[in-house]
């Protein structure tokens, strides 16, 4: 009976056999996380991603160019497919090499990292060849598939780095838009808060861009390019530089699939920090917390005035101080203090440091290192230590040179752009600064025709050779702090960076500042800290002042900026709001607060929140010149719905009980901060 029923049905089982034959053949399946799935088609070169039943991204492939001419996985007629287990920084897993050849082109090697019990993976990509000359690759290109498509998506932008005012936004998705984005990208609902997040996890070589885009259709186009420049973005007014050689990789990216868009960020922050460890040394001390004199002082330096800001903080700011330390920080217009130039004399500004340091403080120093301030002087002028002119030293890029923000580039890899640097950093040294605040560090990973060291063709490339040069000089005798400056890059070489650019005194100085902290928190994993810049009172109100200070609580550092030298309203409200020590021990872990909104464009999210223990700190602010009532869901902010919780104001001490949907009232341009404690119901 069975081999009559076999006999009658033998086509069948024929085209059974023939098509899961076919299905080995042609396609391989990659499984990772939980229920992660990448499914590769041998005979396409292309690629779909899926979470259980849930399709995430559909026709990946890979691109490249080479020649002047575009050419991609989908080429390549002969596939093979090897695995082998991986053990590194990111843990346990594999590596699934996929390698690619075709005739007339470079010889592609597709690489998926997967890890066990991570629900994301990443992919690099190698071309192999003779003589190759690269400047871009797309390591993954094709559809996201949103898992929520009756509402509409927010694509996240993020800077390149922090210059020219510029703000991190969030932009609705919808058909016909495009969002570029610098090195990470995410995609989003924020009420679910469920979204993509995909970016490049390395930065000694490539700047990558991640572009989200829908079509007519509907459709969402995901790109993540490596060898990306847009001036508006990257400062470029040139092509990324080509990468040469035998064989040329791409960036490894990362790619995932959250619940909370936020804890992807947080997770692609500290990949980062694995992927390219630290080379700064290892800090072991408390939170910064401290002066700089750029917040109002400015070009008044003397040494008379710098050395009654600290004997301020020695006799009015007592409880100032994190681990008992305190940092009095000489920004721009500190060489009002030297005689004969940067080789001259420095006699004052080591007589303000041994003040400092007597009145119990650290003293800081700032210096941008990559610049030329004086370029309109003509390039014969002998550079600073050096043999040099500045000419020679400037970064050449097309017919003539990088300038922005009134200076011009210096070649990170010129012998005397690196000579200055000692010259000066020895100098430092030598006055016994125990900070450095180092600014326009963007100059430095400027693209150029040519570099003087010719085994440098790309701005990253210069970042890293410029920036372990001036790390080596420094020889771990400050804590190193980073104001303009790449936002992912200089994760390896600084301790502090401040995340975003200059903010002074107002509530929109606030609401600026925190826009970058509302979407690169995240970054409080990427270095030790990240810092609100300069905390100026002035005689701006009560609200506004408060608003100013919590700013730099929820970034997770503090440094204060009025002109203490002299008396004002400013200095009786530092003595309030800055010797409030529940306020300070916030800063104590040194992490930033979560946003707890997204999707707010180019403002800030309103509310904050931080859990240390089983203390949940709460943060909110109000930009607007009206007063605001903010209903606080206990669910949005991570709270138990049914249980109450006892809230203290850490501003004026005053205590309560905060329930589920509570409305909370807050003044025009003011913030309040509360400390919760869990309360049974």
Known sequence: MIFKFLYKHRALLILLVLFFAGKSASAIIINYGKSGKIDYNLKTGTFNVSEGAAQLLLN???????????????????????????????????????????????????????????DYFMIGITLQGANLSINHIVPIKGNLIDQQPSATP??????????????????????????????????????????FVMGSIEHSNWKTGVITAMDNDKKINLQVICGYTEESITRDKIPHGYLSGNSVSSAKVFFGAFNDWRVGMETYAKLN?????PIVFKWDKATLVGWNSWGAMQEKITLEKANQVSDF???????????GVAYIDLDSYWDNLLKGGLTGDYSKLKAFADHAKLKGLKPGIYWAPFV??????????????TNYTFGEMWTKVGAGYHDIDGARALDPTHPGTQQRIATVINKFKECGFEMIKIDFLGHAAIESDHFFDPKITTGMQAYKTGMEFLLKQLDGKMLVYAAISPNLASGRYVHVRRIACDAFKSIKDTEYTLNSVSNGWWQTYLYDYIDADHVVFSDQSDGENTARFLSAIVTGTCITGDDFSRQGKWTGTAQRLLNNTGILKILENGKAFVPVEGDRGKSASQLFVKQVGNVKYLAVFNYSDTEQHYNLDFARLGLEKDKKYGCENLIDQTKTMLKDNQILKLSAKDAQIFKLTSEQK
Do not use: C
Request: hydrophobic share 35%; net charge positive; charged share 20%.
């Open 60 to 118: 990946g492939f890979s691109q490249a160019e080479y020649q002047k001419k575009l050419f991609s996985s989908k080429d390549y007629k002969q596939i093979t497919y090897s695995k082998t287990a991986v053990h590194d920084a990111f843990g346990n897993g594999f590596k699934h090499i996929f390698l690619l050849k075709q005739a007339g082109l470079p010889v592609m090697q597709q690489v998926f990292y997967t890890y066990s019990d991570k």
């Open 154 to 195: 927010t694509s996240l932008f993020v800077p390149f780095d922090n210059d020219t005012f510029i703000s991190y936004n969030t932009v609705p998705l919808k058909a016909n838009v495009s969002n570029p984005s610098a090195e990470v990208g995410a995609l989003y609902h924020d009420q679910s808060r469920k979204g």
């Open 273 to 277: 920090r694995i992927s390219e460890p």
């Open 313 to 323: 903080f020695a006799d009015n700011l007592k409880s100032f101080r994190s681990g």
């Open 372 to 385: 030329d301030w004086g370029f309109a002087g003509g390039g014969n002028r002998k550079a600073e230590g």
